[in-house]
């Protein structure tokens, strides 16, 4: 299974924001669409995302006023990004090494999805009881 695989299942939908977006306005927006991140554009250009810990780490850091600062000020400007073709081993593989949860989807230059860890687990598990199901069904009929 791959990231358009992923996609299909779950849509292509990503909520974006501008760099000039306050840390405020992301904590209200990842509250209220039940979200983990959001990917930072300007110009159909991915400059950055933005995660809940990146809330969190500002707000620890600076206090409240953070949540004035605009979103360039905290975002994560090296984003890495996956491609349709990627398979959810190498997914899972960039999630543990780079420790994060969210990875946008980059094709042909362009923002195609965002793909969160909840995806990856949910598909694996899908293909894991999809196998379990193939392996009892060829033992029961010999």
């Not at 299974?1 to 779950?10: G, R, S, T």
């Not at 500002?58 to 990627?86: E, F, K, Y």
């Not at 860890?117 to 033992?139: F, N, Q, S, W």
Request: glycine letters at 8%; charged letters at 25%; proline letters at 2%.
């Amino acid at each position: 299974m791959n990231v358009a695989a992923i996609l299909k299942a779950k849509g292509s939908d990503v909520v974006t924001v501008s760099p000039t977006a306050t840390l405020g306005e992301i904590a209200v927006l990842l509250s209220e669409r039940r979200i983990g991140a959001v990917v930072v554009m300007q110009d159909r250009k991915v400059l950055g995302i933005v995660s809940e810990r990146d809330v969190v780490k500002a707000i620890a850091r600076n206090g409240a006023q953070s949540l004035n600062a605009p979103v360039r000020d905290v975002m994560t400007a090296r984003v890495v990004t996956c491609g349709l073709n990627d398979s959810i081993d190498e997914l899972m593989d960039s999630m543990t090494m780079g420790r994060f949860r969210h990875l946008p989807v980059i094709e042909g230059g362009e923002l195609a999805g965002i793909v969160s860890i909840g995806d990856v687990v949910k598909h694996r598990i899908a293909e894991t009881v999809m196998e379990t199901e193939a392996l009892r069904l060829y033992i029961a009929n010999g």
